[in-house]
């Protein structure tokens, strides 16, 4: 009842947008097509992708030009990896002045700014918004001792406390089964930090730390709140139950709003910093989790997103909660308050064909540059095969101890062979995620296919032969996250109707179809590459048995 109600307030709130936009046009504003000019930041976890778009009520989300920059990510041995908040602020102003700069778009023609963003990480900060500590990385793993002490104790199911299990599962649709989830996190700085504890008002993800920052105003979308697993959804709110199970102080966290609720608007100090006019509308957005599936226009239940970012996953529009305890995927709320978004992922995809292209020193390469280096490889890389656990895994298996491997390496390979090979390998891994969620939800034959590596034609061809599926790539795929944003501010300002109105709006570049020969080659090895976890745990736990920490 409580999740109806959700719905049907979002529905009123949708209702009211477009009455008032009739009234605009009824008012007379310029007889023309009402369209508005924002920016979308969408925060990765190594740099910032700040993106003018254009949305309309006619023709949707038209992506005009952007900015980026990089921040540094912290690896400080032990597991631990960190960032500094600041850094991302800095990259925010920083792009934003150089956007507008450039493009000419004076400042007050910019009317509304939202986020994609990195998600499941703790920023701790007081009751100014001010971090108390650098934030604590998704990819963070050193809360093994948090996780241990709650989930390993008593009647156990997978080595978890059965009942704890069942808890999680009835109140989010999910469950926080990994050490690498935040909550963890926020308890080890309770456990080793107890003067920033104690100073603790808000412990924040990414996003929530910049739009504070911009307004002033704690508020965490829905989509972030659901992935802490301290989130009722069937309720709609924090759960009081999960806080108390974990020892997380309610006082903590944030008020929660909607993917397209207006947080605030832009105080005097961070419009200056930003270069931006004061008073511009700020809206929550949302994780890149939940807005990839919404620019790449997957809306629909049995809608599939392949993302291959610096981390990857698979993901399915579903119409209801499901958890795979087995192979570690679950339910997460997403950007539409009437869907869900069922997530396997993958913690290296894209960083793992950075990491090859650097150790066998190629010069920095664009794709098209990539596609050529690799083209004359034929698919299976003459037998080899890699392993994309790069920072331990998640999905299907839970993991901190599993890492990267080439297999079956001889004296004739060359280094094309090893960079086509880790390609490969990332697309085994999607494959094998992708068929442990069909085990529960029907999908629809062809997948969408996002983030940066979808820009190479070449790895979408090797990815549609590694499926057996046909692959449509988008306009824009590396910003997928940013027009998902925009979208949802279009969404806000009543210019368009619904968010499943989006799906119509995104634009298919390309459709790669599997190539038979192709994708006999790749049956016959992904046996063996699911087959190299299993035969190489306890050696991953022998050499890696601390979580890592070397």
Not at 232 to 243: N, Y
Not at 327 to 338: H, K, Q, R, Y
Request: hydrophobic content about 40%; overall charge neutral.
């Amino acid at each position: 009842m409580q999740r109806a109600n959700i719905v049907l307030d979002y529905k009123i709130r949708l209702e009211y947008n477009i009455l008032q936009r009739q009234v605009n046009y009824d008012q007379g504003e310029g007889g023309a097509e009402m369209s508005y000019q924002v920016i979308a930041y969408d925060v990765g976890t190594t740099g910032i992708k700040t993106c003018l778009f254009q949305i309309s009520a006619e023709k949707s989300v038209r992506f005009l030009s952007s900015e980026v920059a990089d921040y540094s990510l912290q690896m400080l041995g032990g597991g631990v990896i960190e960032q500094d908040p600041e850094e991302w602020w800095t990259a925010m102003g920083r792009t934003t002045r150089r956007l507008l700069e450039r493009t000419g778009v004076p400042k007050e023609e910019i009317k509304g700014i939202s986020f994609c963003s990195q998600m499941q990480n703790v920023v701790m900060v007081d009751r100014q918004g001010r971090p108390l500590r650098p934030c604590i990385s998704w990819l963070d793993t050193r809360a093994d001792l948090q996780f241990s002490r709650c989930m390993n104790t008593g009647l156990k199911v997978e080595g978890m406390n059965i009942f704890k299990v069942l808890k999680f599962l009835r109140i989010t649709g999910a469950g926080s089964f990994g050490s690498k989830d935040p909550v963890w996190k926020y308890l080890w700085v309770r456990d080793n930090e107890p003067e920033i504890f104690r100073k603790t008002w808000k412990w924040l993800d990414a996003k929530e730390y910049l739009s504070c920052r911009a307004t002033g105003v704690m508020k965490a979308s829905r989509d972030v709140a659901g992935a802490t697993f301290l989130y009722d959804v069937k309720r709609g709110c924090w759960s009081e139950e999960l806080c108390r199970m974990t020892g997380v102080e309610m006082g903590h966290l944030p008020e929660l709003c909607g993917s397209t609720d207006q947080v605030g608007r832009l105080l005097p100090q961070a419009a200056a910093e930003l270069g931006l006019a004061e008073g511009t509308p700020v809206f929550a957005g949302g994780t890149d989790v939940s807005l990839c599936q919404v620019g790449g226009g997957c809306m629909e239940p049995g809608d599939v997103n392949v993302y291959s970012g610096t981390s990857g996953w698979v993901e399915t529009t579903v119409d209801r909660l499901h958890t795979d305890i087995g192979n570690l995927i679950g339910t997460l709320p997403g950007a539409d308050p009437a869907a869900y978004n069922y997530v396997a992922e993958v913690d290296t995809s894209g960083k793992c064909m950075e990491w090859v292209k650097d150790r066998i020193d190629l010069p920095d390469m664009s794709y098209g540059e990539l596609d050529a280096y690799i083209r004359d490889v034929p698919a299976g890389s003459g037998g080899v095969i890699f392993s994309p656990w790069m920072n331990g895994n998640r999905c299907p298996f839970e993991d901190a101890n599993a890492r990267g491997m080439f297999f079956n390496l001889d004296l004739n390979v060359r280094g094309r062979d090893l960079v086509k090979a880790v390609i490969e390998g990332v697309c085994m891994h999607m494959r094998w995620l992708l068929e442990a969620s069909e085990t529960t939800f029907k999908t629809r034959p062809a997948v969408r296919f996002t983030g940066g590596s979808a820009i190479s034609p070449v790895i979408c061809q090797i990815l549609a032969d590694v499926l057996n599926r046909p692959v449509e790539a988008v306009e824009n795929p590396r910003l997928v996250g940013a027009a998902g944003a925009a979208a949802l501010m279009a969404v806000g300002f009543g210019l368009l109707p619904d968010i499943k109105d989006i799906k119509s709006m995104i634009r298919v570049h390309a459709v790669y179809q599997p190539n038979p020969q192709s994708v006999q080659v790749y049956d016959r090895m992904f046996p063996v590459f699911k087959g190299l976890y299993k035969n190489n745990k306890q050696a991953y736990a022998a050499l890696n048995g601390d979580g890592g920490k070397r």
